[in-house]
């Protein structure tokens, strides 16, 4: 059994910043990726950013040179930096641990960005 947290989300203004966290616990198998998704009202879940246990890191296009995800050496904690928010980074951001095929999900923080 998984378990994911997430933390950190809120109101921010335009070109403002917030920073997300997700803690995982429970049956951890050692090679695994974990990742931020976002789900906007009316639109599919998206992929925001992912990080494996070797520390290798992807992007969506649209946050690039904008957000940074990050993890302690465990990889137990995973953070997402936002900053340069724009009003359509509105969302549900949700935190996910892949192991292969096998998908965890934690319940979601809203994250809003609104003048």
């Known amino acids: 059994q998984v378990q994911l947290v997430e933390s950190g989300g809120g109101l921010v203004q335009p070109g403002g910043s917030l920073r997300l966290s997700c803690a995982a616990s429970?049956?951890?198998?050692?090679?695994?990726?974990m990742g931020w998704y976002r789900q906007a009202p009316g639109k599919q879940r998206e992929l925001v950013a992912a990080?494996?246990?070797?520390?290798?890191?992807n992007y969506a296009d649209s946050v690039k040179g904008r957000f940074t995800i990050s993890g302690d050496n465990a990889l137990k904690i995973v953070y997402l930096q936002m900053n340069s928010l724009k009003p359509e980074d509105t969302a549900v951001y949700y935190c996910?641990?892949?192991?292969?095929?096998?998908?965890?999900w934690g319940q979601g923080t809203q994250v809003t960005v609104s003048s």
């Open positions: 996910n641990l892949a192991v292969g095929t096998v998908v965890h």
């Open positions: 429970g049956s951890i198998f050692r090679f695994y990726t």
């Open positions: 990080i494996t246990r070797g520390g290798s890191t």
